[in-house]
């Protein structure tokens, strides 16, 4: 990552997004959101500049974050599932997707973000 980096967060879970907010913050980064759905996530990733770096939830309040993510591979910004769900689950489209387990391990978050 540069000095200066934003990171969108998709994230519908309001304690776990503060969680994520902080951790980006405390990593030097700026956060773009927090968005609770795919929907608001587009609006925000065609709204403003192209994030450095994302952070998704899979499961999100109007169904799969999988949109997002195929935006933001079209765009070319690195991003990381932030989930539960099994790699198993997973379009195989995104296979080689970083999937960084719930709850958020802040270490993990955070050397993945400055990686």
Same mark, same amino acid.
């Given at each position: 990552?540069?000095?200066? =980096? ?41 709204? =403003? ?17 999988? !949109? ?10 690195? =991003? ?6 099994? !790699?198993?689950?997973? !379009? ?24």
């Amino acid at each position: 990552m540069t000095e200066s =980096f934003s990171v969108l967060i998709v994230e519908d879970n309001a304690l776990i997004a503060a969680h994520m907010v902080c951790i980006v913050e405390d990593a030097g980064g700026t956060v773009l959101g927090p968005a609770k759905s795919a929907a608001s996530a587009l609006l925000l990733i065609d709204a =403003f500049e192209p994030p450095d770096a994302a952070l998704l939830d899979i499961n999100i309040t109007d169904g799969l974050v999988y !949109p997002v993510a195929t935006r933001l591979t079209e765009i070319g910004c690195r =991003f990381a599932f932030v989930s539960a769900v099994r !790699p198993m689950h997973i !379009p195989s489209q995104f296979e080689g997707i970083e999937i960084l387990s719930k709850p958020a391990d802040t270490k993990a978050v955070t050397e993945w973000l400055l990686n």
